[in-house]
């Protein structure tokens, strides 16, 4: 069916309705809207727009219906506006708002970060005598390299330099949260193995190391006590969110929502510093769960 011009107006100033509505609320990229201010900004009835939300429901089984979409749910609200407006690129617009990233972008910035870091320790001037000192003092050579690389360089330079270039090469509004949310993002993926520094410089630990010390260094063997350690930290998180072992993502993700709909700052306002931690230990367990 052929789109008139018109109509792709209209389509455009309406998501950008949407998305004006998102930025107002925005509080580090958090925000919640309800099927009936949905309804409103498409010009549509409730009981139309709720019967558009079950039908599209259908092709996404991990959809639950709880009033609204909330920031989680982004991929999902996205989806229904291309399918209701008849719209490309709506992703696009929705990063270009700073109101919501997808995997696709938040894969672009991960990877940035790490090209950032490799790119300048390789053009780094290595300070032999005092890399030799740290690792003489260590038992662990890679221990040693932390603290040299940490002596000589900011992480956080890193992290906000990789968040500048992404949000000023795709004119992303930054206002409305976006710096904050994209920081703690890298912090929380630093610990795991996505962004794990070592890993990141692990060219410039053998490097180094052959330098040092004339010979390729041999691997280590890997530790078990870490695997424990992740396994206590997911039960602890699973009991937060009242789950068992056995539990999906899915139930995961229900859980989430339900605890968002209790405590949302937009639906209890003394729910803000719970829903930090909701929403942090959550991010938190989706990873641990990726890396089981």
């Not at 549509?44 to 009033?67: H, I, T, V, W």
């Not at 038992?139 to 990789?162: G, H, P, Q, T």
């Not at 912090?187 to 180094?208: C, H, Y």
């Not at 937060?240 to 709909?261: A, Y």
Request: hydrophobic share 40%.
């Amino acid at each position: 069916m052929m789109v008139s011009q018109t109509d792709t107006s209209r389509s455009r100033q309406i998501l950008a309705d949407v998305i004006f509505e998102l930025q107002n609320q925005s509080d580090d990229l958090r925000w919640f809207l309800t099927y009936d201010r949905l309804a409103e900004l498409l010009e549509m009835k409730k009981e139309d727009c709720l019967r558009k939300l079950y039908q599209f429901r259908a092709s996404k089984p991990q959809m639950s219906l709880s009033g609204g979409f909330h920031e989680i749910d982004g991929d999902l609200l996205i989806d229904f506006l291309e399918d209701i407006l008849n719209l490309d690129d709506v992703p696009g617009d929705f990063l270009r708002g700073g109101v919501f990233f997808g995997e696709r972008p938040l894969y672009e910035l991960r990877e940035s970060f790490k090209s950032l870091i490799q790119r300048t320790i390789e053009n780094h001037k290595l300070d032999k005598e005092l890399l030799l000192l740290l690792a003489t003092a260590t038992i662990d050579f890679d221990d040693a390299v932390d603290s040299y690389l940490m002596d000589k360089f900011e992480l956080d330079f890193f992290i906000n330099r990789a968040i500048y270039f992404f949000i000023e090469s795709r004119e992303i509004h930054a206002e409305y949260g976006a710096e904050e949310f994209l920081k703690e993002y890298l912090q929380a993926l630093m610990p795991t193995k996505i962004l794990n520094f070592r890993d990141i410089t692990k060219e410039f630990r053998d490097r180094t190391y052959y330098e040092l010390f004339g010979r390729i260094r041999s691997e280590k063997p890997k530790k078990k006590s870490k695997t424990k350690k992740i396994n206590l930290e997911i039960e602890e998180l699973l009991a937060f969110f009242n789950l068992d072992i056995d539990c999906t993502l899915n139930d995961l993700k229900k859980k989430f929502k339900e605890l968002l709909k209790k405590y949302h700052p937009d639906i209890n306002k003394n729910g803000e510093e719970m829903t930090k931690k909701i929403i942090l230990k959550y991010n938190r367990l989706v990873i641990l769960f990726k890396d089981k």
